[in-house]
Every structure is written in structure tokens, then in C-alpha cells.
């Protein structure tokens, strides 16, 4: 190293830096620390160390400097013309060092025993490897990838189970891409085509069925209205002899639902519309048994969606006692809910660690409660499939009874802890809302492309690898969408650096 080469920081102000780097007061730090790491690297190869920390600390200056604007200010001070002076010097010093070399006539000088080049006037530096001639500040190099994922190509596809567990269901599986996408850093949604095959009232969602005198009313899973579901719960009724004096209506005026009890013979009769005991998760545990009146909380239920949003009992169940007679019918408080699901959620999880994005958010339960922590042997798996499965031993099953009555607040306490609460999804892409879609013949695909999806994306905070993903189509309630294994598809551009 040179014995003139002033090498304290200190007497170096921001602009000298940006001379030297030939940066600008705009440069990113991502510039700074590309010029700057090449000189390191440079002053480290040819066993400079004084010079590479130096180096370091010019990079570790620059960028203090553009991350506190406040620095600005007190480096934009007044600097006596001697110091100046005395500055110009220690930088031309810095440029006629043995690493640097000068080209009278404006172009490249061809010599391989160097890696740093610049034209006479010192303001333009070129960075290059033996025999090779590379831009310090260079543009992204990005390509674009259409991918196109569509459910008829997934691995399993036969036999078809109506279970979310199994691993042909249509709207949960895994792939690998075709060619892996080695430094992606940026998804968009481009297209997506979704079948019109899902049913807003379905046995597995709990919400196709409730007690009547005893008795399950049962509708056949599909789309209704208000006016065809009140017809088809009397059609129901009236091939049971304990249900043939209920009577549903409905009207258009006030837009509710009242149920009649016309046996004038009986006493009260009792509708149950939640037992809270039932409540179970179908997309944990796949289960599911229409007889024993399991649902998913209270605000899933098919009084629920017919209007009754009443207070559960001691028990936290939803009970109705009806008198007999016109005048004492029972009805709904609110208005009936046919549509359905109001969105999907897109969910693409491509196992990685740097992506920007936080996935879905949704209200916080803000009840307070203590609770214990679960045992490992349950945190994977709903309590209730566990139970059934048979698989615990008794001091398992005590443990569990224990977490399960301290973690369960009171009813009486007001909080509606049986309700389903809203879903949170860590990988969730995108919100697909469900606009119109009863205008569109069941099975038609709904479909959406271009740009006004462009707004939905994914970043990434480096360059990452893609090649196997999983996705998931879920309801607003966070359950996996049933389309009754009809195929489903969307479309992404991914934005690769190739530099």
C-alpha cells in the first residue's frame, strides 16, 4: 500500500465516498454494497487489508449515511477551500493506487492483471472479471414464467372420496413444477377458473339439518333460496307423523322465517338447532357422521342461517320451545342467509422462508381466559377425532378431559366461545371474491383473468426457489371447498432474476 494513501475514514466526507464508488446521492444500498463488496474482495485477493477495511468502512458510512437522512445535514456542511484542496489529493491518490489504471483515449484498456478500469475524467468505473468486461451498476436481468395449475393434472385423482383428508380431494395437493424457478422474486396472480359446483348448504358443513320433536329434519345438500328451502323443510315435515304439524313460512315482506307448531293435540315441542358437544372439525378429522348432529359452531348451523340467532342455554346449546298455535309461533330475529360462501381463499405455500407477505388476518378472539399448554400427542389433531379414535391411553385421556374444562370458559360468562372463529391462513395468496355467482349455471366456471388481478401478489425478500407446492381452495370459514371433485384451475407469472 501507498504511504500517501490517507486511509482515516474520517477525513472523508459523503460526496468524497460517492466519487469513489461513482454512486450518486440516489443510489440504493443494495448498489452501494455491490461496488463496495467488489473493491473488498479486490483489496483481500491481492493482500491489502488495511485497504479493505478501509473499503468497509467507506461501504458502512455510505450507508448509515442513506438509511439517517438526518446525516445529511451535517454533511452538507461548509468545508474551508485548503480542505477541500487536501480531499481532491487523498482521492486522486486513491485512483492512481496500483489496482486502478487510467485511460487516456476513453476506452476499455484490455489488461488482465487488473479487475478495476475508469475513463480519465474519474467519473466512470467498470468493474471486470480476466478477460471479461462487467458494469458496476447494471439492471435486474428479470424473465417472466406463465404457470398454470390445474387439478385434473395432481397426482391422485381416482379413486374420488368426499373426505378433505384424502389425498385425491380436489382442492388440497401437492406438485412439483414442471421446470423449477430457481431465483423467483415475485408472484402474481394472472387468472383463475373455479367451478360452480360447490353447494351453499351441505350436510358436511353441519348446516343441512336440525331437531324438530325429536326428530332430524333433513334437506338433500344444494343451493336454495329463501322461499325453496322454507318449501322443502314442510316437504320434509310432512313425511313424519312427529313433524307433520310444524310449519315453516316465509315472508317477503319483513324478509324472515316463523315456524308454527299445528299440532294442537301435543304440548310444546322442542327444535334444537346446536348442541355444542357436536361441534367438530371435519377438515381435521374427515369424519363424518349425520346422525350424531355434528356441526361447526353455533353461527354455522341451519338455524342460524334461517335467521334464529338465539341465546344458548347453561349448556351452550340452541334450543326453541314452541307452543302450540298461529299466535304462537316462533320467528327468526334477522334475515336469512341463502347465498353462501362470500369468498374463497387461495392459499399456496411453497415451503420457503422469505417471503414478504404474512398471509391472512382475521378478528382476534378477545376473550381472556388462562389456559394450559396441550401435550404434544394432541396438538397435531382435533380433541374430538382423538377421543374417537381409541388410540389413548387413561392417563391420556385424562390429561386431555383436564386442558379440554380449563381451556372452556363459562357459558355464563357471555362470551360466544362455541361460535367459528374467523380463518387465519400463514400461506393464503389471495382473496377470491364471490361476485354473482347464482347467475351462473351450476357447474359453469367462474372465471376472472388479466389485469386487474395484477394487484395480488407475492414478494420475496431474496431470490428464491420454487419447484414443489401445495394449494388449498378454503371457504370463508376456512374449510377446504367442496366442488364435488369437478377441476379446478389458476394462473400465475412469476417474475425470475436472472442476474
Known amino acids: 500500500m501507498s504511504d500517501n494513501i490517507d486511509i482515516d475514514i474520517s477525513h472523508y466526507s459523503i460526496n468524497d465516498i460517492l466519487k469513489i464508488f461513482n454512486l450518486d446521492d440516489d443510489s440504493t444500498e443494495f448498489q452501494i454494497k455491490d461496488v463496495a463488496n467488489a473493491l473488498i474482495a479486490k483489496m483481500i ?8 477495511i478501509f473499503f468497509e468502512q467507506m461501504r458502512d458510512k455510505l450507508i448509515e449515511y442513506i438509511n439517517k437522512p438526518e446525516i445529511k445535514d451535517r454533511d452538507t456542511r461548509l468545508i474551508p477551500d485548503e480542505i477541500i484542496e487536501e480531499e481532491k489529493n487523498q482521492i ?23 479487475n478495476v478500469r475508469f475513463f480519465t475524467d474519474k467519473s466512470h468505473v467498470i468493474i471486470e472479471r480476466v478477460g471479461e468486461t462487467k458494469l458496476i451498476r447494471k439492471e435486474a ?3 417472466k414464467h406463465l404457470v398454470t395449475v390445474d387439478s385434473q393434472f395432481r397426482t391422485n385423482i381416482l379413486p374420488y372420496i368426499d373426505n378433505p383428508l384424502s389425498n385425491s380431494y380436489s382442492t388440497n ?5 414442471s421446470n423449477p424457478i430457481n431465483r423467483a422474486v415475485t408472484l402474481e396472480l394472472y387468472s383463475y377458473q373455479i367451478p360452480t359446483t360447490w353447494y351453499s348448504f351441505s350436510a358436511r358443513a353441519g348446516n343441512t339439518f336440525f331437531s324438530y320433536n325429536g326428530v332430524m329434519m333433513i334437506i338433500p345438500d344444494g343451493n336454495y333460496t329463501p322461499a325453496s328451502i322454507v318449501d322443502t323443510l314442510n316437504n320434509v315435515a310432512a313425511k313424519n307423523i312427529a313433524t307433520s304439524g310444524m310449519l315453516m313460512s316465509y315472508d317477503t315482506s319483513t324478509k324472515r322465517i316463523s315456524i308454527t307448531n299445528n299440532n294442537t293435540l301435543s304440548d310444546s315441542i322442542e327444535v334444537i338447532f346446536y348442541i355444542k358437544d357436536n361441534t367438530i372439525n371435519y377438515n381435521n378429522c374427515g369424519v363424518f357422521i349425520l346422525s350424531n348432529f355434528q356441526t361447526y359452531g353455533v353461527n354455522t348451523t341451519l338455524g342460524y342461517l334461517l335467521g334464529f340467532h338465539n341465546k344458548p342455554d347453561e349448556n351452550g346449546d340452541i334450543k326453541l ?7 304462537n309461533k316462533v320467528t327468526a330475529s334477522t334475515t336469512p342467509d341463502t347465498y353462501g360462501p362470500k369468498y374463497f381463499v387461495l392459499s399456496i405455500e411453497e415451503f420457503s422462508n422469505k417471503r414478504l407477505t404474512s398471509g391472512l388476518y382475521n378478528i382476534k378472539e378477545t376473550k381472556k381466559t388462562s389456559s394450559l399448554s396441550v401435550t404434544d400427542y394432541f396438538k397435531t389433531i382435533n380433541v374430538a377425532c382423538k377421543l374417537r379414535s381409541g ?11 383436564a386442558i379440554t374444562d380449563n381451556n372452556t370458559p363459562s357459558i355464563n360468562t357471555g362470551n360466544n366461545e362455541n361460535r ?4 387465519t391462513n400463514g400461506s393464503a395468496f389471495a382473496i377470491i371474491p364471490l361476485d354473482n355467482t347464482r347467475a351462473i349455471p351450476h357447474g359453469d366456471p367462474y372465471t376472472k383473468f388479466g389485469a386487474d388481478l395484477n394487484m395480488i401478489n407475492r414478494n420475496y425478500l431474496s431470490p428464491t426457489r420454487l419447484e414443489r407446492l401445495n394449494v388449498r381452495l ?4 376456512g374449510n377446504l371447498v367442496n366442488l364435488y371433485d369437478s377441476n379446478w384451475s389458476f394462473s400465475l407469472i412469476i417474475h425470475e432474476r436472472l442476474n
Open 141 to 143: 436481468v428479470i424473465a
Open 92 to 114: 486522486d491518490n486513491l485512483w492512481n493506487m496500483n489496482s486502478v489504471k487510467e485511460n487516456n483515449n476513453n476506452t476499455n484498456i484490455e489488461d488482465d492483471d487488473t
Open 420 to 423: 367459528l372463529s374467523g380463518p
Open 173 to 177: 395437493f401437492t406438485f412439483f413444477l
Open 321 to 327: 320451545t314452541i307452543i302450540p298455535g298461529e299466535s
Open 45 to 52: 485477493s491481492e493482500k491489502k487489508p488495511e485497504l479493505s
Open 474 to 477: 378454503l371457504d370463508d370459514k
Open 391 to 401: 388410540a389413548l391411553t387413561q392417563s391420556q385421556l385424562y390429561a386431555i378431559d
